[in-house]
């Protein structure tokens, strides 16, 4: 019987430096059931390509593109290139605990029908110290299920909690290779693909295992791309247009209590709302009204 193992791959555009902490904590893992491969995006500074070709472990690859095509074409090539059973796609600055891949591979061989696999997350900060932040406090003390073992989760109970609020974190997640690989991303919906491709997963019927073992560090930027697109509001255009579509899906499914989550989506409307006294005192018009908008779901 051949040995299960983890692909691990990072879609690198970015600071090389959280990108070699990315790459020594993949190398400081405990178990070493791990392939490693990063999926360099044309980044213009050859820092990590240097890097890695000074590392002598064959587990590793280095991929360069030959021209620049964005974050989610670099999610699809990595699902493409996945070899082994399991795949990771992690960020680039990002870290993973020691503990991370014993941690998924002992949850895949205690629950080997789980398709998706999201183990205990820290969130830290730019300098990389434990942070607690109001959006996180939300997902992990309100939004996420709570259990000190691994749970099982499924079907029209799971797509309600998601879309009630996502409380999973997108680069910590473990995959089934031959699972993830039956859905696409959703182009039209890069902020919140995320959530979209899982919950098409769901839809057909895959499980997710939700296991309590912290064994990820999670960056939070507060620079980051979506950061930037809640200052204008067009974060919260994309959410209502995806949630109006999960909506849609759900009744499809005749999965009432999903729809009902989508068409409310409370928590995101409830992000809108918390954001518009900044906004009152910025003087941005055109972004009050969307947050306005979406805030009251009309």
Same mark, same amino acid.
């Given at each position: ?5 983890l692909?691990?791959?990072v879609? =690198?555009?970015g600071?090389?430096d959280?990108?070699?902490l ?6 400081a ?6 392939? @490693?491969t ?5 980044y213009?500074d ?5 890097y890695?070709a000074?590392i002598a ?5 280095y991929?360069?593109?030959p021209?620049?095509e964005?974050?989610t074409?670099?999610?699809r090539?990595?699902i493409?290139m996945? &070899?082994?059973?399991l795949?990771?796609v992690?960020?680039c600055?990002?870290?993973?605990l020691?503990? =991370?891949?014993k941690t998924?591979?002992?949850a ?5 029908d789980a398709d ?6 820290r969130?830290?900060?730019?300098a990389?110290? &434990?942070?607690?932040?109001l ?6 003390r309100?939004l ?6 691994p749970?099982?989760?499924s ?14 974190y997108?680069p910590?997640l473990t995959?089934?290779?031959?699972s993830v690989r ?6 039209e ?7 979209a491709l ?6 057909q019927g895959?499980s997710l295992?939700l296991?309590?073992?912290e064994s ?8 980051s791309?979506s950061?930037r697109?809640i200052v204008d509001?067009? %974060? ?6 995806y949630?109006?579509l ?8 005749g999965w009432?209590r999903?729809?009902?989550?989508a068409?409310l %989506?409370l928590?995101?409307r @409830?992000h809108?709302?918390s @954001?518009i006294?900044?906004? @009152?005192r910025?003087r941005?018009s055109?972004?009050f009204?969307t947050?306005?908008?979406h805030?009251?779901?009309?």
């Open positions: 019987m051949t040995e299960t193992s692909d691990i791959f879609p =690198y555009w600071d090389p959280y990108m070699k990315t790459v020594d904590s993949v190398l893992q405990t178990d070493p059931r791990w392939f @490693l990063i999926v360099d995006d044309a213009p050859p820092t990590i390509e240097e890695v000074g472990d064959p587990r590793i690859t991929f360069k593109k021209k620049n964005g974050i074409e670099s999610f090539t990595s493409q996945a &070899r082994q059973e795949v990771a992690v960020g600055d990002d870290v993973l020691p503990n =991370y891949v998924v591979l002992e895949h061989d205690a629950y080997p998706i696999i999201q183990p205990g997350v969130v830290i900060d730019a990389g110290q &434990r942070v607690k932040t959006v996180d406090t939300v997902k992990q309100i996420k299920p709570r259990s000190t073992s749970l099982l989760l079907g029209e109970k799971l797509a309600s909690s998601l879309l009630h609020g996502d409380w999973l997108w910590s995959f089934k290779t031959d039956t859905v696409d991303f959703r182009d919906f890069p902020i919140i693909q995320d959530l899982i919950v098409d997963m769901i839809l895959r295992l296991v309590p073992s990820f560090a999670y960056r939070r930027h507060t620079e791309a950061s697109l509001g067009s %974060r919260f255009t994309g959410e209502r247009d949630f109006s999960a909506a849609r899906l759900a009744h499809a499914q009432r999903a729809e009902l989550a068409r %989506r928590t995101s @409830l809108a709302l @954001l006294p900044a906004l @009152l910025s941005d055109g972004a009204r947050m306005v908008r805030g009251l779901g009309t």
